[in-house]
């Protein structure tokens, strides 16, 4: 079961209704078929698709207008509203993870077309509602909302968290539930049952060395209890501590020369353990042993790149993008490292951007400059509005590729036929010496520049001129 789409009703920054994004969804086999990348400049709404798919699942603690849009306006309503789409296979999540007196409220809202739409507002945070094909509307079937979270998982990093916050062992955090799966598994072992006969013989035989110490502080607080208070019989009895109790005390020691906790390290390597906790998570985790049936299980990582090396990044990015071959991943990022890999056509890519007050979003799939796209150079100018010189190049042996005029003077006078004038003059240099100025397009007088930097009699082009340049032959593409 995927998460097909997310629909966006004045939530942040996202005004108005229905901002609507359609996710890529694993294939199987191909690597980033389930990698969901989004770009952008910051405060343009990245994060926010995070929190609005944390808010769809476990409503909202605190303030409630922390997550409505601020468009100014009190005459028009601006309740937030989150809806996702979910596609696959549904019924089969439903039947092995929700409990059976509420599979049939989730199993009747199975669209014809395979979907299951989930919806929630900021009009009541705690109710979840779902649609009916048949009512052609939203209703909530009376308690939902707790089999609706253990019908699937999400795991956030977010730019903000403590690498070492994810490496402690409470109910929720990454290690935690790692070794909790683990250690369920482990209670039904003959070792582990060797273990609570241990405990007891410790802990609640009244021959132990132990129970007998604390059988008199239980005599004394008897003793004064009944003078004052009448007669009673006080003693303490030691249930048996639940398995993953056990690892709250636990830690993480990194021996890296010097072994030491892992707080101690520095955040580039605590966030490193914390991301390949989550890969190891997502890869062996949320997983039914005995049904043979793994849960849904969705990713969400904010700015990966914060704190890690450019060779780390390279390989947490091949690691997500193995995952992604089976399951979901979404992240933020402004790191080309992320954006260079030739599997990112297989990939989702969301450009985001400030519209006025508002956010929006571009999947960039829909509109491509070349066929090899998208392209780190194209990303960069649709995202952040920056010219790059690697978008010159593809651009300009793109036209040179389709007007078939290799030569740079015969594609300058193609270009010229195209209504580009030639207002630059380049010096070629022979051997040291400088040879006529001659006139040529600005994108060749860029181009020339890029590929023959030894011509040093030349000006140097400007940043709005690389702009303009690509801009011109963006319109001739």
Known sequence: MFIKSICLSNFKGFIGDNHKIDFKVPDGTTAGSGLNIFVGENNSGKSSIFEAMDFLRNGIKGEVDRVKSKHGDNTQPNHACIELTFCGNIQSSINYFVQPNKQAAFISSITSNNELRARRSTVDCKQLDLWNENSRGYSNPSGIDAPFKKLFETNFIWADTNPSDEATFGSTTLCGM????????????????????????????????????????EQKVQRVFTEQFGQADIHFRFDELKIDSFFKSASIFIDDGVDIPMSEKGNGMQRSVALALLQVYAEELAHDEEQGQTKPFYLFIDEPELCLHPKGQTKLLEALLEISKTKQVFLTTHSPYFLVTPHLSN???????????????????????FPWSPTWGEINFKAYKLPTVELHNELYGKLQYDSGKFRENEFDQWLQSKNIQFTKQWIRENNGFAQAPYDVTLQTFIRNH??????R?????????????????????
């Open 178 to 217: 790692l070794l909790k799966e683990i250690a369920q598994a482990h209670i039904t072992t003959s070792e582990y049952r060797e273990f609570q006969d241990n405990f007891n013989s410790v802990f609640n035989n009244p021959n132990s060395e132990l129970r007998q110490k604390i059988a008199v502080v």
């Open 347 to 369: 990939v989702g890519l969301f450009i985001f951007r400030k519209d006025g007050i508002s956010n929006t979003v571009e999947d960039a799939s829909l509109e491509k400059m």
């Open 450 to 455: 890029i590929h023959h930097p030894e011509n």
């Open 457 to 477: 009699q030349n000006t140097i082009y400007t940043e709005n001129e690389l702009k303009q340049s690509i801009e011109e032959m963006i319109g001739l593409l």
